[in-house]
C-alpha cells in the first residue's frame, strides 16, 4: 500500500510463526549485544526507549560524540552481531535495493516510551531506503512531510506490519505518538520492538 511517494505500508507482512521466529532472533541479537539508553547530543537527557543494535555498523548517541554510526557496542567494546537471515529476508524482499544493509536499529518501546519526529540522515547515502519492521505491541505511528511543519497524518502499526521509506519520503519527519501497552503478547512482558534496515555508506 503505497501511503505517499516512496512510502509503502506492507500490513500484516510478517505472520504469526514469521514474527515469533524474528523475536527469538532478536532476543538472541540482544544477549550478544545488550540494551542501553542512547542519550541526546546536547543535553545529555535520556531516551525514552532501549537500543541496541546488529550488522556492521551500529547507531549510536551520546552528549560526548551525537549521532552517529559505530563497529562497537557503546558499553561492552564487542562488535555488533550480524543481522539474522529473517530480518535480512524481509529487506530483500521489500526495499528494492540491490545491496544489503549496513545496520539494523533495534529499538524496544515499553508502554511510556515515545519517539519524537526526526528524520533518518545520519547516513551518507539517501538513495537506499530504511525498512522498518514492527514486532509487538501497537504503536501510533506519525509521518509528515520533508519539513518539520508540514501536515502530519497517524498510523497504528501492528506487530508484523513493515514500512518502507524511500525515493520521495526517504527524508519524511516521523515518530511514535505512544505505544498501546498490552496489545500484544509477542514481547515477554509485553513492549514493541522495532528493527530498522539501512544502508550507510555510499561504497
Excluded at 25 to 45: E, H, L, N, Y
Excluded at 91 to 109: I, K
Excluded at 148 to 165: A, T, Y
Aim: charged share 20%; proline share 8%.
Amino acid at each position: 500500500m503505497l501511503l505517499a511517494p516512496g512510502l509503502v505500508y506492507a500490513p500484516g507482512f510478517l505472520d504469526a510463526a514469521a514474527q515469533r521466529d524474528m523475536a527469538a532472533d532478536i532476543a538472541s541479537v540482544v544477549a550478544q549485544a545488550p540494551w542501553f539508553v542512547p542519550r541526546m547530543p546536547r543535553t545529555g537527557r535520556a531516551f525514552s526507549v532501549r537500543m541496541t543494535n546488529c550488522g556492521e555498523l551500529g547507531w549510536v548517541s551520546d552528549q560526548a560524540g551525537g549521532y552517529r554510526y559505530q563497529v562497537a557496542h557503546p558499553e561492552t567494546g564487542r562488535p555488533w552481531p550480524p543481522i539474522p537471515a529473517s530480518v535480512l529476508k524481509v529487506w530483500d524482499e521489500l526495499s528494492g535495493h540491490p545491496r544489503p544493509p549496513q545496520a539494523c536499529l533495534v529499538n524496544f518501546y515499553d508502554g511510556a516510551a515515545r519517539m519524537g519526529a526526526h528524520q533518518d540522515r545520519d547516513e551518507e547515502d539517501f538513495s537506499a531506503p530504511v525498512v522498518s519492521i514492527s514486532l509487538g505491541d501497537t504503536c501510533v505511528f506519525r509521518y509528515g512531510g520533508e519539513r518539520r511543519r508540514d501536515p502530519s497524518k497517524k498510523l497504528e502499526l501492528v506487530s508484523g506490519d513493515v514500512v518502507v521509506l524511500g525515493g520521495a519520503s526517504r527524508l519524511i519527519f516521523h515518530g511514535v505518538d505512544k505505544v498501546l501497552g498490552g496489545s500484544s503478547r509477542l514481547a515477554p512482558g509485553g513492549g514493541r520492538i522495532n528493527l530498522t534496515l539501512r544502508r550507510v555508506g555510499r561504497a
